[in-house]
């Protein structure tokens, strides 16, 4: 049954906050929907009482497009479920589950699929959108393993988007968005993984940032698909395995996540050990606690972009490492990953995602907590990406970034894909009900 929430209700505070604080938005009415049939009702008052509506899961688009004022949200966070055939490696997981506790269920098992950085990402929003994470050059996007949808129309249909029903539906929702309907299950392909790993963090004072970069870069560049990484400017924590003339300040960190033989790995990571990092932490370790090992809380203020790369120079290592000298909060984190691998390798038409041949994503996440700051911090990230321009491809990956405006879109899936994702759209969703994402919008609307 829909529990109805609205801002006079105990708990609305609650229901409504976002893991990106500076969105703060009042929805009439937040329903909170166990399944399919309370989805339906949700959309069907929507359409009574002409309210705008938002899907929400998780809650980490930094947009905040999982909510809206004065409109109504449909909250899938009851859906819990996850069911895992281990002998068919497939899993079938409710649209509120969160990468966590999927990774948590699969890994009982020895199995996962590529999941978020973030453990309290939404599963279904992450997937939608494409789906980054660790495994990613080992076993391609959340959305390359997405093997069938269960969704709730704009009009009210529940339909199962699998590759003999409805084939073009799951295409369009393989980096689409949540531009179709309501999703409320995912089905997916699951690998061996772990349940130990080879994982960790290396940290080193920034006045090595230009050493360890370079070296970085031409290792990673190289590295098999097993291997998937992150370099990141970072401030050192304020923990106990940080030297305390590091605590609090400039840093270069690598996140090391190695899915294969340990002694191989070990001796993989031993080029970025050589260079002596302060800290090391790299070693065998559970799978899910690394998918945990850079959990942000909620509450706090962000603002986040990124571009694609065919190449990173030397000329755009030194505008990283610059920007990354610069952050205006201790909090920001500033990222440079690799892609490649099974990413790369597949077919360039079986997701709408475009630019699958990218080497190289750079991502500035600009992390604070006073409102007084908002303006120098976003400043900061739209400082570099003009600095970046010239090292760019004009891809970009959607779930990286906030509302950057309609040619940010197109350019996520080239303009060929992009008016397959509109003839989509304008079929199953023609009244364009689910505007509140990165919005794909119907012929009609056009």
């Not at 008052?45 to 899961?57: F, H, K, Y």
């Not at 106990?240 to 001796?267: I, K, M, R």
Request: hydrophobic share 40%; glycine share 10%; aromatic share 8%.
């Amino acid at each position: 049954m829909t529990k109805w929430c609205g801002p006079d209700e105990a708990g609305y505070d609650e229901q409504r906050a976002l893991f990106n604080a500076m969105i703060d938005k009042r929805p009439r009415v937040i329903a909170a929907c166990d399944g399919p049939a309370d989805v339906r009702e949700a959309l069907e008052r929507a359409a009574r009482d002409g309210l705008a509506v938002a899907v929400r899961s998780g809650g980490h688009s930094v947009a905040g497009q999982s909510t809206n004022d004065d409109g109504l949200v449909v909250d899938v966070r009851p859906m819990k479920g996850i069911e895992i055939d281990a002998s068919a490696r497939r899993a079938r997981v409710g649209a509120g589950c969160t990468w966590g506790e999927f990774d948590a269920a699969a890994q009982e098992h020895g199995l996962a699929t590529t999941g978020g950085r973030v453990s309290t990402t939404g599963v279904a929003g992450l997937t939608l959108g494409g789906g980054s994470g660790w495994l990613e050059r080992q076993y391609g996007l959340s959305c390359d393993n997405l093997l069938a949808i269960e969704l709730v129309t704009a009009d009210g249909r529940e339909l199962r988007a699998d590759e003999r029903q409805h084939p073009d539906l799951l295409w369009a929702s393989k980096g689409g968005g949540g531009n179709f309907g309501v999703v409320t299950a995912l089905e997916f392909r699951l690998h061996p993984v772990g349940p130990t790993i080879l994982a960790g963090l290396m940290l080193w004072p920034f006045d090595r940032a230009s050493e360890v970069a370079h070296a970085y870069r031409d290792w990673a560049d190289d590295a098999p698909d097993e291997l998937g990484t992150a370099l990141v400017v970072i401030s050192g924590p304020p923990e106990e395995f940080v030297p305390a003339y590091l605590q609090g300040e400039p840093a270069v960190g690598l996140a090391v996540c190695w899915n294969g033989d340990h002694a191989v790995g070990t001796e993989l990571v031993q080029v970025m050990r050589d260079l002596g990092p302060a800290v090391d932490l790299v070693g065998p370790m559970p799978y899910a606690a690394f998918q945990q090992m850079i959990d942000d809380p909620p509450g706090l203020r962000q603002y986040w972009s990124a571009d694609y790369h065919d190449s990173f120079p030397d000329a755009a290592l030194d505008v990283f490492l610059a920007a990354g000298a610069g952050r205006p909060s201790p909090m920001t984190q500033h990222l440079l990953l690799p892609w490649g691998g099974a990413l790369a390798r597949v077919d360039a038409d079986a997701t709408p995602l475009n630019q699958r041949a990218a080497r190289w994503v750079s991502h500035p996440f600009a992390t604070w907590m006073d409102e007084a700051d908002d303006e120098e911090n976003i400043a900061w990230v739209r400082d570099y990406r003009r600095a970046n321009a010239p090292f760019t491809t004009g891809g970009v990956y959607l779930n990286f970034i906030g509302d950057e405006g309609d040619e940010r879109i197109r350019a996520a899936f080239g303009a060929e894909k992009y008016e397959r994702l509109v003839a989509i759209k304008s079929e199953y969703d023609p009244e364009n009900v689910f505007a509140g994402n990165q919005n794909i919008r119907p012929r009609a609307t056009v």
